[in-house]
């Protein structure tokens, strides 16, 4: 468990996806993205050392968007914690069941990035969706911030007491599946279905929110150092 800073972890050290633990200065847990399958031992560890133990000890589990390296340990940690899952409105019926994505086009991408886009269209993750979010100011502090495009319901979520922006996919700090070395880039076109509306969100949301003092994507490490500057570098991209 990486602890960034004192209300903030990192909570799988897997190389795939960011799995975070936010904890707010009423002591409520809040986990932010589930990661893939195969990170639930490590993920299941961490939060044990972390205190998140039984039914009870997490708040909520905050899902950025629907795709597999984000969702697909939502069901089974929902069931151990008997906390709710909750998603954007836009991403429910998927992630229910209800509807089916269309395939992913991963284009002239890198294998990987091909084996990643198959992957998410045989297996979609399925999870009970407790609750959608509000957007806008929302309950515990948080501020929805919806960047569609990415997924139907993609969405940045901002905790404004501690400035920390989780931004999922939509805003990455490192380039996937690798996340030792820091880079800054919006929505990448092979994992979106209309990757220039969700940028266009971003840039509106980073315009009109505060400075964050933590960015927390959905891949990549955590920035906390020249955010204005690195951000504003993202307006030309
Ligand atoms: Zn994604």
Redesign the pocket.
């Known amino acids: 468990m990486e602890k960034v800073a004192p209300h903030l972890r990192l909570a799988s050290r897997a190389i795939i996806a960011n799995v975070w633990l936010l904890e707010d200065s009423m002591h409520r847990k809040f986990l932010i993205d589930t990661g893939y399958v195969l990170e639930r031992p490590i993920l299941r560890l961490s939060l044990w050392q972390a205190g998140v133990r039984r039914p009870g000890d997490l708040t909520a589990i905050l899902l ?4 597999a ?2 969702a697909s340990n939502a069901e089974w940690l929902r069931e151990i914690y008997d906390c709710p899952v909750i998603c954007h409105a836009a991403d429910a019926p998927f992630l229910e069941g209800k509807a089916k994505a269309a395939p992913m086009v991963p284009g002239a991408a890198a294998p990987h990035d091909k084996f990643f886009c198959q992957f ?1 269209d045989h297996f979609p993750p399925r999870v009970k969706v407790d609750d959608v979010y509000k957007e806008g100011r929302w309950k515990w502090n948080f501020k929805v911030l919806p960047v569609p495009g ?2 139907e319901g ?1 969405v940045m979520l901002f905790h404004k007491p501690t400035k920390t922006l989780f931004s ?2 939509a805003l990455l700090t490192g380039i996937p599946p690798i996340r030792s070395f820091e880079w800054l880039q919006l ?1 990448m076109p092979s ?2 279905i209309d990757f220039e509306t969700c940028r266009g969100h971003v840039r509106e949301h980073l315009q009109a929110i505060p400075e964050p003092k933590f960015v927390c994507a ?1 891949h990549g490490p955590p920035v906390t150092e020249n955010l204005r500057k690195k951000l504003k570098s993202l307006g030309k991209c």
């Open positions: 950025t968007h629907r795709h390296d984000h998410e990415h997924t993609s999922g996919d929505a994992y979106s959905g």
